[in-house]
């Protein structure tokens, strides 16, 4: 395999996996800017919705495995 048809099948891959990584990565944005925030109003709710949103995605990866 030479070099520049390996470089294609990089390419291609990561173009299938871009939109998977964008989507997670807005959504990791966003819970931070939620926490960031909380954490604003009043510094102890912070951790208690950063803690909520560590939950959040632990049951739902949980519902997606089985």
């Known amino acids: 395999?030479?070099?520049r048809s390996q470089i294609k099948t990089a390419?291609?891959?990561?173009s299938y996996a871009a939109p998977s990584?964008?989507?997670d990565a807005i959504?990791?944005?966003g819970t931070?800017?939620?926490v960031y925030g909380?954490?604003?109003i009043y510094?102890?709710?912070?951790?208690i919705v950063a803690g909520a949103f560590c939950l959040a995605i632990?049951?739902?990866s949980a519902a997606r495995s089985g």
């Open 43 to 47: 510094p102890p709710v912070g951790f």
């Open 21 to 23: 990584v964008i989507r």
């Open 38 to 40: 909380a954490w604003l």
């Open 11 to 14: 390419v291609r891959l990561a």
């Open 27 to 29: 959504g990791l944005g």
């Open 58 to 60: 632990a049951w739902v």
């Open 1 to 3: 395999m030479s070099f």
């Open 32 to 34: 931070g800017l939620i």
